[in-house]
Nanobody, 112 residues
Framework: QVQLVESGGGLVQPGGSLRLSCAAS????????MGWYRQAPGKQRELVAA???????FHADSVKGRFTISRDNAKNTLYLQMNSLKPGETGVYYC??????WGQGTQVTGSS
């Protein structure tokens, strides 16, 4: 059974940075497109960034220039570097493999 385990979340001040990781196991990681999604309290899950198996990336307009998605196929790991975080970006961040496989999420909480 595929496992996706996110880590790197935590408490962060506005303007701060975090690096999220998603470690994949029991899967051939390199052949899948991957994505990061965010679910804020009371809101639907939304796509933040995605990366194809060949490394082409997409970032939502709201995070362009501040967030960067990347992958290390040798380590079976997906990353999301988040800089200049804004208060509204609090939520649970999930990684997704392909069309339907999700991790359990990691919480990002903004502090004042």
């Amino acid at each position: 059974q595929v496992q996706l385990v996110e880590s790197g979340g935590g408490l962060v001040q506005p303007g701060g940075s975090l690096r999220l990781s998603c470690a994949a196991s029991r899967t051939i990681f390199s052949i899948y497109a991957m994505g990061w999604y965010r679910q804020a309290p009371g809101k639907q899950r939304e796509l933040v960034a995605a990366i194809t198996k060949s490394g082409s990336t997409f970032h939502a307009d709201s995070v362009k220039g501040r967030f960067t998605i990347s992958r290390d196929n040798a380590k079976n790991t997906l990353y999301l570097q988040m800089n200049s975080l804004k208060p509204g970006e609090t939520g649970v961040y999930y990684c997704k493999r392909g069309a339907a496989t999700w991790g359990q999420g990691t919480q990002v909480t903004g502090s004042s």
